[in-house]
C-alpha cells in the first residue's frame, strides 16, 4: 500500500481536486437536467412525477383541466394479517421428495394445494385518487411548455393565454410533507373550481370547511379476504390573492383572482404492519398549518435545499448534441436514429430523482412503481417483488451518493425478520426467519401466487445483502450491530433447511425454483438451484464477517462458515453454459430467451464470478448471457445491460443501454416500460452506466472498467465506493485523464486502471488525484 509520502514519489497528485469534484456544482456540472414537451400529457405515462419518498403527484400539465393523480406510500389494500399456512409444515418434507423423485408435475400440483400462503395472494398499492382544477378564460392557449426541472424537484407549466402569461408550478416538499402548487395569471385572470375524485372501486367523500379546504376521507377496501382497516385523508387548503372563494358542492370554487397557492396533504392511519391506530386528520392538519406558516417561497427554498442536498452529489456529462435541443418525447422516439448521448445522461440523472422522490428515511421502500399508482389494481399489485425488482430499485443508491434512501428498505427487512420468523417456525418448522418472492406493505412472507412462482426461499437473503452493502460503504459499528440479528435470523433458517444432495454431498436448498423460470421436467419446482446457492453463500459470508468484526457469537460463525463450504459450487455445463440448476438443463428450458437470469447473480449483484478470478465461469456466463439474448422487459434489459457492464464488455453494454432508452422500453416520461410501467428498469439502467465508469467489487475500486466507444470523453463526480471513498472521474479519447478520490474513514484501498492496480493507504480526510502515470510509475502497482 502507498503511504502519502510514497504517492507523491509516484506521481499521484495529492490536493483538493476530489473535494472539488465532489461538491455540489463542480464539473461537470448540471446542464440539461430538464424534461420538457409542448403539450400536456393525455396518458398517465406522459405525465411528470414528483414526490418526496411518503407523498406524491403526477402532474399531466393541462391548459383548461389540470390533473395531479395522487399517492401516498402507506395506501395498500385489507389489513394486519398472517398469511404463514400451517399445512406446509407437513407439506414441505413431501414437496422435497417428490422433487428427489423426479416426478416433477406431482410436486407442482402438491405444492400449490398444501404449502402455499393463505390467502395466496397478497395485498396491493392503492391510489389516492385525483384533484382535477378546471380553469376558464384559457382558450385558445399558445406557446405552452410543460417541463420538470430535475434540479430543482419542480414541474411546471407556462403558456399565454387571453393575453396574459401563466405560470403553474408544483413540487412534493420533504422538509414540509405537502404537495404544493402555484398558479399564477395575473390580475383577475385566474378562475378555476377544485375536487378530487376516486379511483374505481373507492368511495371517499369531499367535504368542504369554509370556502377554501376541502377534506377527501375515505377507507381502503378489503381484498383476497382481508378487511380494510385503514382510514385516510387528504386536505386541500387554497390560499388567493384578490378575486374570491366559494363552495359549489364538493367542490371548491375560485373567481377573479391574481394568482393561488394549493396545499396537499394526505395521510392514513397506518403505523407500522401491525398498527392501524393512527390519526390521518390529525396528521394533514398539521402539515397545512406548518406550510401555511412559512409561505411559497420559504416552502419552495427548503424544497429545493432538502432536495440539492441529495441530488447535487453527483454529476454526469457524457456530451451533448443539438438532439438534446428537442423536447424529450421526441429523443425518446428518436433515441434509435439519433445521435443523443445527452439522453443517456438525464436518464441517469432521472433514476436518481426518482430514487430520492420514492424513498427516503422514514418512509416506505420504493416498490414496483416507486410511490406512483394511479388506480388500486396495478400491475403487480405494485408490491415488492424481491426476486429481482425491489433489489434493483437500491441498486444505485450507495454508488451515486443516495445511501440514505436505502433506510426505508432497511427498515422493511427489520420488518420482515419479525413477520418471516413466524413463517419459518409454522411453515418449515425452524429458527430464524424466512421471505420467498413478494411482500407487501403488511409484510407478508409467506409464498403467493402459485407453487411456479412463490415457492423460493431466499428472497429475505437477498435483501440482507443490501443491508451488508450499507455497512461496507459507511463501516459503521452501532450500525452493524442493529443488523447484525437479521443476518444470523436468515442464516439460522438455511442452517436448519438445506438439504444434503444424494450423490455429491452438497448442501441444497429444496423445495425451491431458478425464479418463474421452466426446466426440463416442465415446471419450475427444484431443488439446489445456482442462484439459491449464490444467495446463501453471500448471506453465511456475511453474517460471519458481521460476527467477527462485533466479536460475537465464534461457534455460529464456525457453524456458518463450514456450511458455506459445503454449499454447492457454480458448475459449467456439457455445452460450456454456466448451469442455472444442478441439472445440465439450460438447452432444455421451456424459454431460453428467459427474462430472469437468475444464475448470473454470482456476476452481478454478487462478484462470487469475475473476469480476472473466475476466468472459465465468467467465460460461461458470457454464453448463458448471449443465449438470453438482449432484448427483454425493460428491468431484464436493465439487468443484462449491468451484467455485461461487470464482464468487461463496454460497447454490448452500451447496445443494450440504448435497447432501454428506446421507445418500446422508455416513456415519453422516461418512466421504464416493462410493458407496462414498472420503475425498476430505470434504476438499473442508472446502475448499468455507473458500472460501464467504475466498479467495486473484489477488494477493489476500478476505473473505467467498461467505457463504449460511444462515450469517448465524458466526466463524472461525486461516486461512492465501500469503505467510506468518494470518487471522481474525467476521461478523454477513451483514456482515463485523472481520478479524485477521498477518504472519509481512511481505509485502505486497492485501485485498478487496466491491468495495473495502485495501493493506496489514504488517512482520514485524505484526497489523491491520480493520472495514468500514478500506475505506470507505483512503486506497488502490481
Known sequence: MLTRREAMAAGVGVGLAGAAATRAGAEPGFPDLRLWYRQPATTWVEALPIGNGRLAAMVFGGVGRERLQLNEDTLWGGGPYDPANPKALEGIPRVRQLIAEERWVEARDFATVSIMATPVRQMSFNSLGDLYLDFTGVEGAANYRRELDLDGAVTSVTF???????????????????????????????????????????????????????????????????????????????????????????????????????????ATSYRSFRDVSGDPAAKTRQAIARALGKGWDALKADHHREHRRLFRKVAFDIGRTDAADRPTDERVATSQSSNDPALASLYYQYGRYLLISSSRPGTQPANLQGVWNENNSPPWGGKYTININTEMNYWPAEPTGLGEC??????????????????????????????????????????IDGSQYGVWPTGGAWLCKHLWDRWDYHRDPAYLADIYPVLKGASLFFLDTLQVEAGSGYLISSPSISPENTHAGGVSLCAGPTMD?????????????????????????????AARAHLAPNEIGSTGLLKEWREDWDLQANDLHHRHVSHLYGVYPSDQITTRRTPA??????????????????????????????????????????????????????????????????????????????????GEIILLPSLPAAWPSGAISGLRCRGGFGLSIRWAEGRLVQADLVSDLGEPCLVRYGDLTLGLNLARGGRLTLTPASFVQAPFAS
Open 160 to 266: 399565454e393565454a387571453g393575453g396574459r402569461p401563466h405560470v403553474r408550478e408544483a413540487f412534493v416538499s420533504a422538509i414540509d410533507q405537502v404537495v404544493a402548487m402555484r398558479l399564477v395569471a395575473g390580475p383577475g385572470g385566474l378562475s378555476f373550481t377544485a375536487g378530487f375524485d376516486n379511483p374505481p372501486r373507492a368511495s371517499a367523500v369531499a367535504t368542504a370547511e369554509g370556502t377554501d379546504t376541502l377534506v377527501f376521507a375515505g377507507r381502503n377496501g378489503a381484498q383476497h379476504g382481508v378487511d380494510g382497516a385503514l382510514k385516510y385523508e387528504s386536505r386541500l387548503r387554497i390560499i388567493r390573492r384578490g378575486g374570491r372563494t366559494s363552495v359549489d358542492g364538493g367542490r371548491l370554487v375560485v373567481t377573479g383572482a391574481d394568482e393561488a397557492i394549493l396545499l396537499i396533504a394526505a
Open 406 to 447: 436505502v433506510e426505508p428498505l432497511v427498515a422493511m427487512v427489520k420488518d420482515l425478520a419479525i413477520t418471516g420468523a413466524r413463517t419459518a417456525r409454522v411453515m418449515y418448522g425452524a429458527r430464524g426467519w424466512v421471505c420467498h418472492h413478494n411482500t407487501d406493505v403488511w409484510r407478508a412472507t409467506a409464498p
Open 533 to 561: 446457492q449464490q444467495i446463501i453463500r453471500d448471506l453465511f459470508a456475511n453474517t460471519a464477517r458481521a460476527a467477527e468484526h462485533l466479536q460475537v457469537d465464534p461457534a455460529l460463525r464456525d457453524e456458518i462458515l
Open 617 to 698: 465461469l465468467a467465460e460461461a456466463a458470457k454464453m448463458s448471457l448471449s443465449l438470453r439474448g438482449d432484448i427483454s422487459t425493460g428491468w431484464a434489459i436493465a439487468w443484462r445491460l449491468n451484467l455485461w457492464a461487470r464482464l468487461g464488455d463496454g460497447d454490448r453494454a452500451h447496445r443494450i443501454l440504448m435497447h432501454l432508452l428506446s421507445p418500446d422500453r422508455t416513456y415519453p416520461n422516461l418512466f421504464d416500460a416493462h410493458p407496462p410501467f414498472q420503475i425498476d428498469g430505470n434504476f438499473g439502467g442508472v446502475s448499468g452506466m455507473t458500472e460501464m465508469l467504475m466498479q467495486d467489487h473484489s
